[in-house]
């Protein structure tokens, strides 16, 4: 599960996963910035993710993808230290602002 | 029936006596009140014939005595006297006699009467039994609420509803009430508060209360979000409660440090913020059907986020509250409500009190007919102390032990169940793990995704080198998954114990025809496929990692201290 919000402007996306951030939700994943035509920036608000897999990370690239390559403009925001570390493990700190 | 005779005449008594015996009555006699009184006491008649002039004890004191020693029995008492002065006649009456009859009498008068009589006699026997086990079924059904009562009690209690940061106050319109308040915080330091209102109340209404705590709390507890916990809890009481039953209810979250309210509210009375200095903010509307009417499909779980300032008061509260009604029909209304939480708050009395009070003295004495339920949470993060933190159940330090666990799934096993969770919660039962829990979350993952994957669906992983073909890729995996017949995945967890620690390890088999695993690269690089990820990322959470027969087995070892 999870949820998502377009500020007001609809200039800025939030993403945020409920618990596992895993293949089940990819549907919704995509369908969050798929239906979100106006963002620009992203932000994906892991502070309830528990849990996350490699398909997760997937996700996060074709979303890196979408939203512009090298420009688009991500966050990866409130992770918990064990999530951290995979992104750590991955190299994904290179691919996008973790804070 | 059996008839007493109280007469102090003997002629006038044997005359009835013949004739009652005759009509198949039993006859017992009395020649006076006293005597009547005493064997009325004795052979408890059905009906009793009284004179009213007697010696020793006229019949007016003996009748007043008579029906007060009745008790709940109905005993009726018919006068036969010679008087025939109207005043006296009444007074027969007012002593609590039933009817009378003037001698000379007509016997087929007296028949009558007593016929009559007897009829109201035996109703009355019927509606005093009735009665009695209306009272014995009233006593055991308010028996049964104050249980009720009890459990929902401890059900508000289980939460933190003592939260520094709320006030709250709940004013049931019967025993139970049909709204409720849950609160409780979040493992990220948030706190999550529900206010709920069940159609009708009393019992029905409580009983939908259970599962709502249940969900609530748990996925409180897990880290959901409160649109995911609406949505839940939506599912939840569709299942089970009748179409006319739903459940109105507002959820919130609150950021303490973020100084972020959310809000899911479906159903309820607008919700009032209160900022000191600047009056109302923007109430919380209600922006969705309450729960249990929406289809799981249908169920909108989209949140609002408003921004508080410190000092800044929140108020939730039920219909009940600004719909009660005084004497003359007047509704307390919303606009009393506002008048009230505009006012500052004076400890020691809360405002939740203070509206109280306004209610009551406003409702003069009106009896409630919906239950009221009011909250008030104080976003101020300086009265929060770190005491009202969810008890960790984790506390004690575990020691290692010697285990081993087996798990062995078919197909037609794989279609229904996602091992994953079920290993998960089995193994933090037998070990508590909780620090390491998630990298052997990640290992047991990585490989249980390679062996169906792979292993038993044959699906390739690059396919999921676009975008689309991601999307495919797992849609695929999908209904491959619905339709495998053959198969087997074996999943072996041994455990022993270190000096220091304990050692796993994880060994993930499937029936698939393995792969040559010579050829694994071992880095993970910077670029940027989708896939390939998974086994760089067991790798590196874990001692080692080994392939074995032709591919098909996976053995992680992850040491632990």
């Known amino acids: 599960m999870l949820s998502s919000q377009l500020s007001s402007d609809g200039a800025t996306l939030t ?63 409130n992770c918990k230290p064990d999530v951290y570390t995979i992104f750590q493990i991955a190299n994904f700190h290179r691919l996008f602002t973790l804070a | 029936m059996n ?13 009835l006596v013949a004739m009652l015996l005759k009509d198949g009555h039993a006859v017992s006699e009395a020649a006076n009140g006293q005597e009547g009184v005493t064997l009325f006491e ?24 008579i029906k007060q020693r009745s008790g709940d029995r109905f005993t009726p008492v018919i006068f036969l006297t010679g008087m025939t002065d109207e005043a006296d006649l009444a007074k027969c009456i007012a002593h609590g006699g039933d009817d009378f009859l003037t001698k000379p009498y007509s016997q087929v008068l007296l028949r009558a009467k007593i016929e009559a009589l007897s009829r109201i006699r035996d109703l009355h026997a019927l509606i005093t039994a009735q009665n009695a086990e209306l009272l014995t079924r009233r006593k055991k059904d308010e028996g049964e609420q104050e ?34 308040l849950l609160a409780a915080p979040t493992p990220h330091g948030l706190l999550h508060v529900m206010i709920g209102d069940f159609t009708g109340h009393g019992l029905a209404a409580a009983v939908g209360a259970v599962p709502v705590a249940e969900t609530f709390y748990s996925m409180t507890q897990s880290g959901f979000g409160i649109g995911s916990i609406a949505a839940a809890i939506n599912h939840k009481l569709r299942l089970i409660l009748p179409t006319n039953l739903f459940c109105a ?49 249908q169920f909108d779980a989209s949140t609002e986020t408003i921004e508080v300032q410190h000092g800044d008061r929140l108020y939730l509260y039920s219909d009940g509250l600004i719909e009660a009604r005084n004497a003359v029909g007047e509704m307390f209304g919303r606009d009393r409500l506002e008048q009230q939480i505009l006012q500052p708050e004076r400890s020691p009395v809360s405002l939740c009190e203070r509206i109280h009070e306004e209610l009551t003295r406003f409702c003069g004495g009106e009896p409630a007919h919906d239950d009221i339920a009011l909250l008030q949470l104080t976003c101020d993060p300086a009265v929060s102390s770190p005491d009202t933190n969810l008890r960790s159940s984790h506390t004690y330090s575990d020691t290692a032990r010697n285990w081993h666990l087996q798990l062995s799934l078919e197909a037609e096993a794989l279609h229904r169940v996602d091992p994953l969770p079920t290993l998960m919660r089995t193994l933090t039962d037998i070990q508590d793990l909780a620090q390491h829990k998630h990298m052997i979350f990640t290992i047991l993952a990585e490989l249980l995704a390679n062996a169906i994957d792979h292993g038993l669906l044959g699906l390739d992983s690059s396919m999921k080198n676009t ?33 220091k620690g304990g050692r796993l390890i994880i060994q993930v088999q499937d029936s698939g025809p393995g792969f040559d695993f010579h050829r694994l690269v071992s880095g993970i690089g ?17 001692e080692s990692l080994t392939y074995h027969g032709n591919g098909n087995t996976a053995e992680a070892v992850y040491v632990w201290a």
């Not at chain 1, 502070?47 to 688009?72: C, K, N």
């Not at chain 2, 619905?482 to 270190?498: A, D, F, N, P, V």
Request: charged share 25%; net charge negative.
């Open chain 2, 249 to 297: 209810a507002c959820l919130l979250e609150w950021d303490p440090a973020g100084r972020r309210i959310t809000v899911w509210n479906g159903g309820m009375p607008d919700g009032l913020i209160v900022r000191p200095g600047e009056g109302l903010l923007r109430p919380l509307h209600s922006r969705h059907l309450p729960l249990s009417l929406l289809n799981e499909d």
């Open chain 2, 526 to 542: 910077t670029q940027e496929t989708y896939s390939g990820r998974g086994i760089p990322l067991v790798r590196a959470s874990c």
């Open chain 2, 467 to 499: 975008p689309r073909g991601f999307a495919h890729y797992y849609e695929q995996r999908e209904r491959l998954l619905t339709e495998l017949r053959q198969g087997l995945l074996r999943i072996q967890i041994t455990h022993s114990r270190k000096d």
């Open chain 2, 3 to 15: 008839i007493l005779i109280v007469d102090d005449t003997e002629t006038n008594r044997m005359v």
């Open chain 2, 42 to 65: 004795r052979e408890q008649p059905d009906l009793v014939i009284m004179d009213i002039m007697m010696p020793v004890m006229d019949g007016y004191e003996a009748t007043a005595l």
């Open chain 1, 15 to 77: 993403i945020t996963p409920d618990g596992r951030f895993d293949f089940k939700i990819h549907r919704e994943f995509r369908d969050a910035y798929a239906n979100a035509d106006g963002a620009r920036h992203y932000v994906i608000n892991l502070g309830r993710t528990d849990y996350l897999d490699s398909s997760a990370l997937g996700m996060l690239l074709l979303l890196r993808e979408h939203a512009g390559g090298d420009h688009a403009d991500i966050r990866i925001l």
């Open chain 2, 147 to 180: 249980v009720a009562h009890a459990i929902f009690q401890k059900i508000l209690r289980e939460g933190c509803l003592e939260h520094p940061n709320l006030t709250w106050r709940l004013s049931p319109a019967e025993l139970l009430s049909g709204d409720i």
